[in-house]
């Protein structure tokens, strides 16, 4: 009975461990990646603040706001990842009933636009940098704040590929056809 009783304990100890493993082993980023991620986005947010203080209205302003709106996207999807981590919940976003899983081809692409939108930005921040006002100087500034919302876009792109959020907001019922344009199959419908 004593054997019978040792083993059925040992049994449901290794079960028990092999679950334990097992539910530990998942490739979810851990919390200090999240952490680095969030506090990155906030410093993020902070100098966009102070850099948007210099600027009252037009179209700089708003490229701001859209700026902003993009990077506080991008802390609540990551504070939820991170919550999800710590309550043990799994937090995965699915299309069409397949979970996501990063892709590194995908994210090293989304990171040659990060560097080509920085490289961008420094080019027309020098550019900026040559008038002390004026129309041309608004113009290059507004270019620099252009640069600095495909750098936040970028950012978001490479967070949610890596971390598995992810947008794909076209059904198979839309096509990839402009708003305000046609598709002409035939050539009478041309005119």
């Known amino acids: ?46 100098a966009v603040e102070i850099e948007r203080g210099r600027f009252s209205g037009g179209a700089i302003e708003s490229i701001f706001d859209a700026r902003l709106g993009i990077l506080q996207t991008t802390v609540s999807m990551l504070e939820q990842k991170r919550m999800s981590l710590l309550r043990r919940v799994d937090l995965n976003y699915t299309i069409d009933g397949t979970a996501h899983e990063p892709n590194e081809t995908s994210i090293l692409a989304l990171e040659a636009d990060l560097a080509a939108a920085k ?62 344009q046609t598709v002409v199959t035939h050539e009478e419908d041309a005119l």
């Open 1 to 46: 009975m004593k054997l019978i009783l040792s083993v059925a304990v040992s049994c449901a100890l290794v079960v028990a461990t092999v679950i334990f493993v097992l539910d530990f082993a998942n490739e979810s980023p851990s919390t200090a990646i999240l952490d680095a991620d969030i506090a990155l986005v906030r410093s993020e947010i902070e």
């Open 119 to 180: 490289s961008d930005r420094d080019r027309y921040q020098a550019e900026a940098d040559l008038y002390s006002g004026g129309l041309v100087q608004t113009l290059a500034l507004v270019n620099v704040a252009t640069s600095e919302l495909s750098i936040s876009q970028a950012n978001l792109a490479i967070m949610a590929e890596r971390h598995g959020f992810v947008f794909d907001w076209k059904t198979s019922s839309q096509t990839s056809v402009p708003i305000g």
